[in-house]
């Protein structure tokens, strides 16, 4: 596997809610510099809704020797909205590898079909997910026109951002959107592994490989409790309310080594089914604190490497510590080729 990396969340906007209250550019420079050296990533995905923030983070990921993975996330946008993004983006992006001479990726945002707007029935994300999770027949019937307009989507979005960006281009996909690849230059899939489709699995993962192009996991990951793994991306949900009012909706229990063991057993699938770059979700659950009360843990349902820690004092700044999983993606093995222009030297 060519790159080990991470997700990086500066904020994300699903239903409005934001992923990240607050944003301190200092403990973003400090954890991009954990990502790359205690770590031992080679790429970092910078994920968010806000461009101005996506940048600052890309720059100091840039700063940390690590290669960027510059992907916004629009959330809750039509589709006019969407290509503007993208667009500002595609430019952001440049300016990055052109400034610091780092190797950038752009990433046309992630599982469009869910995030954004025009694609599939519902208000907002959440409604769309919860419509994916039991399709009723008129969905099922609008596939071939979803994936249509997707793609044609896609294509645009490309052609526009390749204008002004001159490096690599792919998209975050889902298991589910059949993406027509040959517009970009990386193939690339957010795939969580949970019980649904553990038998099929490797042969998911393998697809990726089979059009000629460089094959990427752009997601991969499991939460914090016992029988997280069987539930994969959808982990998460095991957390009702709202704000303060947040609760798990039951009663769960820590294993930070059964998402260790995740991690591991996936690392080393990739390895073997030669997929090029693989990132961890996520660095942190920014949103997900953890707590002495197990029924206030948010923790569990945190997808991060580390656990946040509420600051006591209103700052910005979060406290955190590493969990198991920290270090087994610190400690894997991988047959990293990269070696950046920076510390090559300009030739």
């Avoid at 046309?108 to 999770?133: I, Q, W």
Wanted: net charge negative; with cysteine.
């Amino acid at each position: 596997m060519r790159r080990k990396g991470i997700t990086y969340d500066t904020g994300t906007f699903p239903g409005g809610r934001n992923s990240r209250p607050g944003f301190d550019s200092g403990q973003v420079r400090h954890e991009m510099a954990v990502i790359a050296t205690d770590l031992r990533c080679d790429a970092v995905r910078v994920t968010g809704g806000d461009l101005g923030r996506l940048s600052v983070a890309a720059r100091h990921a840039a700063d940390a020797g690590l290669e960027v993975w510059f992907s916004p996330q629009p959330c809750e946008l039509g589709i006019a909205d969407m290509q503007l993004q993208f667009e500002d983006a595609s430019r952001r992006a440049q300016d990055l590898h052109d400034s610091s001479d780092a190797e950038v990726v752009l990433v046309l945002g992630c599982e469009l079909s869910v995030f954004g707007e025009g694609f599939l029935p519902g208000a907002d994300s959440y409604a769309r997910m919860s419509s994916l999770a039991a399709p009723p027949p008129e969905l099922l019937a609008s596939y071939e026109a979803t994936v249509r307009r997707l793609n044609e989507f896609l294509a645009t979005a490309v052609a526009g951002a390749r204008e002004s960006f001159a490096g690599p281009v792919t998209y975050a996909a889902a298991p589910w959107e059949d993406v027509d690849w040959e517009p970009f230059d990386i193939v690339a899939m957010d795939a969580y592994r949970d019980a649904s489709n553990a038998g099929g699995y490797r042969e998911l993962v393998r697809s990726l490989t089979t059009h000629g192009k460089p094959a990427a996991v752009t997601e991969f990951g499991c939460c914090t409790f016992r029988g997280a793994a069987d539930r994969g991306g959808s982990g998460w949900t095991i957390v009702s309310g709202a704000g303060a009012q947040r609760r798990l909706n039951g009663t769960y229990v820590r294993d930070e080594h059964e998402q260790a063991r995740y991690l591991s057993e996936l690392l080393a699938l990739y390895e073997e089914e030669g997929i090029d770059a693989a990132f961890w979700f996520s660095f942190a659950s920014y949103d997900k604190p953890r707590r002495a009360d197990p029924a206030q843990d948010l923790d569990l349902a945190s997808f991060g490497v580390v656990a946040v820690l509420e600051p006591d004092d209103g700052r910005a700044i979060q406290a955190w510590v590493k969990k198991e999983a920290f270090t087994a993606l610190s400690g894997h093995p991988h047959r990293s080729e990269h070696t950046s222009r920076r510390a090559r030297g300009r030739r």
